[in-house]
């Protein structure tokens, strides 16, 4: 039952991340260390689990590293296996990425709307939700993300 629900859970974090702009692999990845109360996962670990092929469980994990969302280390037992585990500086520094990309967005659109004339106002009433929206919620997330 426990495996059941666990599996339901994977599938459904796996949606949600894709459902976010998340390359598939790259989703069931992430949402198996968010549904897992297993800290540390082995390369092969994550392909037995995942059913993926090495090679595109190895570009993933390369690709989460170099993100900064992923990170591993190596035990002294064995040299050559690596254990994977979830960044949570990585994590945060990742949502202040995107939040600097919403800031330069936000920053263009104001710098747009000192440019355009009337001709089409559907579209700069549009462009003005979207930049009160990013003054709203920018400084909110930043503030959240710092806890």
Do not use: C
């Amino acid at each position: 039952m426990k495996k059941k629900i666990k599996k339901e859970l994977l599938t459904e974090a796996t949606e949600i991340f894709k459902g976010t702009g998340w390359h598939p692999v790259r989703a069931k990845i992430i949402a198996l260390f968010y549904t897992s109360n297993q800290k540390y996962f082995t390369f092969q670990e994550i392909i037995d689990t995942l059913k993926i092929s090495k090679s595109t469980a190895s570009r993933t994990l390369k690709f989460l590293l170099n993100l900064g969302k992923i990170d591993y280390i190596i035990k002294e037992d064995n040299k050559r296996k690596r254990y994977f585990y979830m960044s949570t500086d990585g994590s945060t520094d990742l949502i202040n990425t995107w939040l600097d990309a919403l800031e330069k967005q936000q920053h263009f659109f104001e710098k747009i709307l000192l440019l355009r004339d009337d001709t089409n106002e559907e579209l700069n009433q549009l462009i003005q939700h979207q930049v009160s929206i990013f003054k709203e919620v920018i400084p909110l997330f930043r503030d959240k993300n710092k806890t």
